[in-house]
């Protein structure tokens, strides 16, 4: 069954570093863009990035432009969503799509929770 899993999350203090990870099964992640999406209780869902599968453009929220840095590694069927000079307000649930536009993605993880806090 084609699913996505992320991995990477957990505690972190404010200006750290995390990677997240999104690994594909049961289908080749080479053919889909990857998008990362994160929400926080109460917020609404935001798009925080995204790499394109041919091209390999890159985007990134405003909130995280120059912090975050996304990336694939099409022979692990993996994406990775590196996350540095975190901050408190980046504390949210982050998933992994497959698609850059969260209402036309078809495959979604179940998310992997990021907290900053000292």
């Known amino acids: 069954q084609a699913q996505l899993v992320e991995s990477g999350g957990g505690l972190v203090q404010p200006g750290g570093s995390l990677r997240l990870s999104c690994t594909a099964s049961?289908?080749?992640?080479?053919?889909?863009?990857i998008g990362w999406f994160r929400q926080a209780p109460g917020k609404e869902r935001e798009r925080v990035s995204c790499?394109?599968?041919?091209?390999?453009?890159?985007y990134y929220a405003d909130s995280v432009l120059g912090r975050f840095t996304i990336s694939r590694d099409n022979t692990k069927n993996t994406g990775y969503l590196q996350m540095d000079s975190l901050k408190p307000e980046d504390t949210a649930v982050y998933y992994c799509?497959?698609?850059?536009?969260?209402?036309?993605?078809?495959?979604w993880g179940k998310g992997t929770l990021v907290t900053v806090s000292s």
């Open positions: 799509a497959t698609d850059c536009y969260a209402a036309i993605a078809d495959y």
């Open positions: 049961g289908f080749t992640l080479e053919n889909h863009a």
């Open positions: 790499i394109l599968s041919n091209s390999g453009s890159t």
